[in-house]
C-alpha cells in the first residue's frame, strides 16, 4: 500500500478505535446508571421495580420523621397527597430537610415495600421545589379535584 | 438617577456594539482602511460605557440603594461590604452584567495588545466580538435588566444575599470562570475571522495561542475555586458531584486543553488547521452552553437564579445562532484538507492527535452525560438522572490514558521519532514510576488496582516531565546555564504538566484513602477515623454580624498528642431564617481534618460528620500550577512586539514627551 494512505489508514483506525471504545464505555455505563424517577403514587401501584437504585421524591409527611435514639437512622414518609413512601435512610440530612418540604432520595425499594435511601436530596434553597416533585404534585391535584383540596389542607 | 444613567450606558454600549460588529468588517471586506480604523476605538468605547455600568450597579449596591429591584432581592444593610460587592455577581443579572463586562474586557485587551497584526485581522477579530457583546447586551437590555427599579414601593430593607454565597470562594469564583468562558471568546474570533479572510497559517495559530492559553489558565483556576468552595462551604466535604452545572464548567475546559494543544501542532507543523479551528468554535459554544445551562433555569442549583422560560429561549437562540452560522461559514470555508503529512508514526504530531482523540472523547461522554436526562426530559420521555458511577467509570480511564500518552509524548520529536530509541528513553521513567507508585500505594495502606493506576499516572507524567527537563538542560556550562536557556513556554509546558500530575495524584488519593464518617455524639464522646480520634468537648453559642451560631468544639487527636482544635458551626441566618453548616478544616498538605455538624438529634446528641481527606489539597494546588504555567507559557518572547516595533514605540513616546512637558508648562 501507498504509504500516505497507509498512514491515513492508521489515523482512521486509531479515531474508529477511539470512538468505538468511547461508545462501548458510554452505552455500557449508561445501562448501570441511569437513575429514573418515581413519584409515590407510582411506587405505591407498584410501577417502580425493587432493588434496583431509583429516584423518588414528594413532600416529607407531617409528622412522619422518626428518629432512632441510638443511631443515625432516620424514618420518614414521602408523599404526594395521594399515596406515601416509607423511607429509610441512614446518615445525615441536608439542613433544608424538614416536614413539609419538597425532598428527592436515591435508593432502593426493599422487598417489604419501603424505600432504602442512600442519599436525600433537599435544594440549596428554602424556596425551591424539586422539578421532578412539583410536577408531580400538579398531575395529581390536576387529576383529581380531591387531592387539590388535601394539598391546599396540607399546606396551611 | 444612577441606577437610569446605567440603563443608558448599556444602551450607548449596544449601540457600540453594533457599530463594531458592522463598521470594521465592512472595512475589511471593502479594503476601506478608516473603516477598520475605527475597530479600536469602537472597541475602547463599548468596554468604558459597559465599565460605567458595572461601577454604577456597584455604586448602587455598597450604597444599599433597594429601590433597585436587584439589589434588593440580593443584597441587605447588614451584609459586610465585601459581600456587598460579591453580592453585584450573586443573581443572574448582576453575573450576567460581569459576563458583558469581562467579555468587553477582553476585547479590549485584543484591541490594544495586537497592534503587530495586520488591520484587516484584527477588525475582523474586534467585529466578532462586537456581534458576542450584541447578543449578550441584548439579553441583559430585554430579559435581565439589573437596574430595573422597585417604584414607589422601595422596601426597607434588601432580601439578602444567599448565606451559601456569603463568602470568599463567591466573591473569586465566579470573575476566574467568566474569565476562562468568555477568554474562548477570543480564540473563536480569531478563529472566525480566518476563515473569513482564508488566512489559516502558522501566524494565526501564534496569535490564538496565547489568548487560548490564558483563557485556559483562567477557566483552570475557576473550576478549582468551585470545586473548593463546594467542598468547604456546601458543608459535606465532597469536592466534585458530576452535577449538570460542574460539568457545563468542564466541558468548555476539556475542549480547551484539546485546543491548546492542537494549536501548538497548528503553529510549529502546519498540519490539523481545519480540526484546530472547529476546536475553536467548539470551545466556545461550550461556553455558550455551559452559561446557557447554568444560567436558563433548566437546571437547579445554588447557580440558577432564573426560571423565567424567556431568559433561556433567548440564551438558546443565541448559541444555536453563533453554533449554526460558524459551522455553516466552518462548512464553506475551512481549507480542504491537502495531507501532505510530513509526519511519521510516532512523531509528536501522532502523540498530540491521540492527546486530542481522547480529551475530545472526555468531553464527548461528559456532554452525553450531562444532556442525555435534559433532552430526554424535555422530549416528555421519562424523568431520569444519571448518577455519578457512570462519569467515573467512562472518565477515569481516558484520564489515565491520556496520562500515558502524555508520558511518553514528551519525549517524542516533531516529524519522526525512532519507536527503539523512544522504548529506550522510557525505560528508566517507567522503573522509577513503578517503585514510586508502590511505595506511595503501600504507604496510603493497600493496593487498590484504580489507585494504583491513578497514581501511577501522577507519577509517571511528572516523571517523564522532569526527565525530559534533565535532559533539555544539560549543559557544558553547568546546569544553571542549561535550566535558564529553556523558554518561557517549555516552562509553561512543564508547570502545566507537573501541575496535571499533582490534579490527578490528589484526586486519585482522595478518592482511594479518604475516610469517612457519620457518627451521633454527645459533648464528651470519642470518635475514630483512621489514626485520628475526635473528642466532641462541649456546644456554645455565638453572635456573627447578621447570623447566630451554634458552635461544637472538637480536639482531634493522634498517638495521644492534640494536633488541632476545631469549631464546627450551624448558623442561623437573621434575615431570612436560614440555616447554612459550616464546617471546620485543619488543612495540610498531606492531609485535612474536616469536622462538621449535621441536625440535633436529641438531648444533646448531635449527627457529625467526621472526615480524614489525604492529599486533597493537592487537586486544586495542581490547578494553580497549571494556571501559573499558562502564564508562563504566554510570557515567552516570542510573543512580545518584535524589536522595530519596540522601537518605533520607543521614538513615538520620545517624541510625545516634550510636547507633553510644553502643554504642562503652559498650564
Same mark, same amino acid.
Given at each position: 500500500m501507498h504509504p500516505i494512505r497507509k498512514k491515513r489508514l492508521t489515523i482512521v483506525l486509531f479515531l474508529l478505535a477511539g470512538i468505538g471504545v468511547a461508545v462501548g464505555l458510554t452505552t455500557y455505563a449508561l445501562r448501570q446508571n441511569i437513575n429514573l424517577f418515581y413519584d409515590p403514587s407510582q411506587i405505591a401501584a407498584g410501577e417502580a421495580p425493587h432493588d434496583v437504585r431509583i429516584r423518588a421524591g414528594g413532600m416529607v409527611e407531617k409528622g412522619s420523621v422518626v428518629r432512632d435514639p441510638e443511631s443515625l437512622k432516620v424514618r420518614f414518609r414521602v408523599t404526594d397527597f395521594q399515596s406515601s413512601v416509607p423511607v429509610e435512610y441512614t446518615g445525615i440530612l441536608p439542613d433544608l430537610f424538614a416536614e413539609g418540604q419538597g425532598v428527592v432520595a436515591m435508593g432502593k425499594l426493599d422487598a417489604g415495600g419501603s424505600f432504602v435511601a442512600d442519599q436525600v436530596l433537599a435544594k440549596?434553597?428554602?424556596?425551591?421545589?424539586?422539578p421532578e416533585v412539583a410536577e408531580s404534585l400538579k398531575k395529581t391535584a390536576d387529576g383529581q379535584p380531591v387531592a387539590n383540596g388535601a394539598a391546599q389542607s396540607a399546606s396551611y | 438617577m444612577f441606577p437610569e444613567l446605567g440603563q443608558i450606558a448599556l444602551i450607548l454600549a449596544l449601540l457600540l456594539a453594533v457599530l463594531l460588529s458592522v463598521v470594521p468588517l465592512v472595512g475589511s471586506l471593502t479594503g476601506r482602511e478608516q473603516l477598520q480604523a475605527f475597530a479600536r476605538p469602537l472597541a475602547s468605547g463599548m468596554f468604558v460605557f459597559i465599565a460605567m455600568a458595572f461601577g454604577l450597579l456597584v455604586h448602587a449596591f455598597l450604597t444599599d440603594d433597594f429601590s433597585v429591584a436587584y439589589v434588593a432581592n440580593n443584597?441587605?444593610? &447588614? &451584609?459586610p461590604w465585601f459581600y456587598k460587592f460579591s453580592a453585584v455577581w450573586g443573581g443572574h443579572e448582576g453575573s450576567l452584567l460581569l459576563w458583558i463586562l469581562l467579555l468587553s474586557g477582553w476585547t479590549m485587551a485584543v484591541a490594544i495588545f !495586537?497592534?503587530? &497584526?495586520p488591520a484587516v485581522m484584527i477588525s475582523q477579530v474586534l467585529s466578532v466580538m462586537g456581534m458576542i457583546s450584541v447578543g449578550f447586551l441584548l439579553f441583559i437590555i430585554l430579559t435581565s435588566n439589573p437596574f430595573d427599579r422597585l417604584l414607589p414601593n422601595i422596601p426597607a430593607d434588601g432580601a439578602d444575599l444567599n448565606p451559601l454565597l456569603q463568602d470568599i470562594g463567591l466573591i473569586m469564583h465566579p470573575p476566574m470562570l467568566y474569565m476562562g468562558y468568555v477568554g474562548f471568546s477570543v480564540a473563536f474570533a480569531f478563529a472566525i475571522a480566518a476563515l473569513i479572510n482564508g488566512r489559516l497559517d502558522a501566524a494565526w495559530a501564534r496569535w490564538s495561542r496565547p489568548w487560548t492559553t490564558v483563557a485556559w489558565a483562567f477557566l483552570s483556576v475557576g473550576i478549582a475555586l468551585g470545586s473548593w468552595w463546594a467542598y468547604y462551604e456546601l458543608g459535606w466535604g465532597g469536592w466534585w458531584f458530576w452535577d449538570p452545572v460542574e460539568n457545563a464548567s468542564l466541558l468548555p475546559w476539556l475542549a480547551g486543553t484539546a485546543l491548546m494543544h492542537s494549536l501548538a501542532v497548528t503553529e510549529k507543523r502546519g498540519v490539523f488547521k481545519s480540526w484546530t479551528v472547529l476546536l475553536a468554535i467548539i470551545a466556545f459554544s461550550l461556553s455558550l452552553l455551559g452559561t446557557f445551562m447554568v444560567r436558563s433555569g433548566v437546571l437547579t442549583s445554588v447557580h440558577a437564579f432564573a426560571s423565567d422560560p424567556e431568559r433561556g429561549t433567548f440564551l438558546l437562540m443565541l448559541l444555536a445562532v453563533t453554533v449554526i452560522a460558524s459551522l455553516t461559514l466552518y462548512a464553506f /470555508?475551512?481549507?480542504?484538507?491537502?495531507? /501532505? !503529512?510530513?509526519?511519521? !508514526? &510516532?512523531?509528536r504530531e501522532i502523540f498530540l492527535l491521540l492527546n486530542n482523540v481522547l480529551l475530545v472523547s472526555a468531553t464527548l461522554l461528559v456532554g452525553i452525560g450531562t444532556l442525555y436526562p435534559l433532552v430526554l426530559d424535555y422530549l416528555d420521555m421519562g424523568k431520569l438522572s444519571i448518577g455519578e458511577p457512570f462519569f467515573n467509570t467512562t472518565f477515569t480511564p481516558l484520564a489515565i490514558a491520556t496520562g500515558l500518552l502524555l508520558g511518553a509524548g514528551i519525549f517524542s520529536r516533531w516529524k519522526k521519532t525512532d519507536g527503539g530509541w523512544l522504548g529506550r528513553k522510557l525505560l528508566w521513567p517507567l522503573a522509577i514510576s513503578v517503585v514510586v507508585t508502590t511505595a506511595v500505594v503501600i504507604g496510603y495502606g493497600g493496593f487498590k488496582p484504580w489507585a494504583f493506576a491513578g497514581v501511577f499516572t501522577a507519577v509517571w507524567v511528572a516523571v517523564a516531565t522532569l526527565w525530559d527537563l534533565n535532559d533539555k538542560s544539560r549543559s557544558r556550562k553547568g546546569r544553571l546555564h542549561g535550566l535558564k536557556r529553556q523558554s518561557r513556554s517549555y516552562w509553561g509546558m512543564v508547570l502545566g504538566h507537573l501541575g496535571l500530575a499533582m490534579t490527578i495524584a490528589g484526586v486519585t488519593v482522595v478518592s482511594n484513602y479518604g475516610i469517612e464518617r457519620d457518627v451521633r455524639m454527645s459533648p464528651g464522646d470519642v470518635a475514630t477515623v483512621g489514626d485520628y480520634q475526635f473528642a466532641f468537648r462541649a456546644m456554645g453559642q455565638r453572635q456573627g454580624q447578621n447570623y447566630t451560631s451554634q458552635y461544637g468544639t472538637f480536639d482531634v487527636m493522634k498517638g495521644g498528642e492534640r494536633i488541632a482544635v476545631l469549631h464546627p458551626e450551624k448558623r442561623q441566618y437573621s434575615v431570612g431564617m436560614r440555616v447554612m453548616t459550616e464546617a471546620d478544616i485543619d488543612a495540610g498538605l498531606s492531609r485535612d481534618i474536616f469536622v462538621a455538624i449535621g441536625e440535633h438529634i436529641s438531648d444533646g446528641a448531635w449527627a457529625i460528620r467526621l472526615q480524614y481527606k489525604p492529599l486533597i489539597r493537592w487537586l486544586w494546588l495542581g490547578a494553580v500550577v497549571m494556571a501559573i504555567g499558562g502564564f508562563f507559557a504566554i510570557s515567552d518572547r516570542r510573543y512580545r512586539i518584535r524589536e522595530n516595533s519596540e522601537e518605533t514605540a520607543g521614538e513615538t513616546r520620545g517624541a510625545r514627551l516634550p510636547v507633553k512637558g510644553s502643554a504642562e508648562a503652559v498650564s
Open positions: 440549596h434553597d428554602e424556596n425551591y421545589m424539586p | 443584597s441587605n444593610s &447588614l &451584609l !495586537s497592534r503587530r &497584526l /470555508r475551512a481549507p480542504v484538507v491537502h495531507v /501532505r !503529512s510530513r509526519y511519521g !508514526s &510516532l512523531g
